[in-house]
């Protein structure tokens, strides 16, 4: 079992910057490929960034690219969200979800089997 905590959320004026965090006391969390998706008042959850276990390679969707940094702290058993230049538009719940079975940057939420409970983000105009 994998427990995941998101963290850094809060109430933002648009152009600032928050960095979100996923926290994992788990040994395996450093072996899973980890993404943030988000979700809107009123839409679906959408894919927002994911990095590998081996190699760190990251993807990003392309309404963030340019603005969002994904990282990981293997020392830490964490993984970041750098989010710059903030728009009202981001403004949603950020999730951080692992998955522990294949180590690729998916947009596909099935394929991650644990999930955090989010950190809400509010970005004012």
């Known amino acids: 079992q994998v427990q995941l905590a998101e963290s850094g959320g809060g109430l933002v004026q648009a152009g600032n910057s928050l960095r979100l965090s996923c926290a994992s006391s788990?040994?395996?969390?450093?072996?899973?490929?980890v993404a943030w998706f988000r979700q809107a008042p009123g839409k679906e959850r959408e894919f927002a960034a994911a990095?590998?276990?081996?190699?760190?390679?990251?993807a990003y969707a392309d309404s963030v690219k340019g603005r969002f940094t994904i990282s990981r702290a293997y020392a830490s058993n964490a993984v970041y969200l750098q989010i710059n230049s903030l728009k009202p538009e981001d403004t949603a719940v950020y999730y951080c979800?692992?998955?522990?079975?294949?180590?690729?940057?998916?947009?596909?939420?099935?394929?991650?089997?644990?999930w955090g409970r989010g950190t809400q983000v509010t970005v004012s105009s």
């Open positions: 979800a692992a998955n522990a079975n294949r180590d690729s940057t998916t947009t596909d939420p099935r394929y991650y089997n644990y």
């Open positions: 990095i590998t276990s081996i190699g760190g390679r990251t």
């Open positions: 788990s040994r395996t969390f450093n072996s899973c490929s």
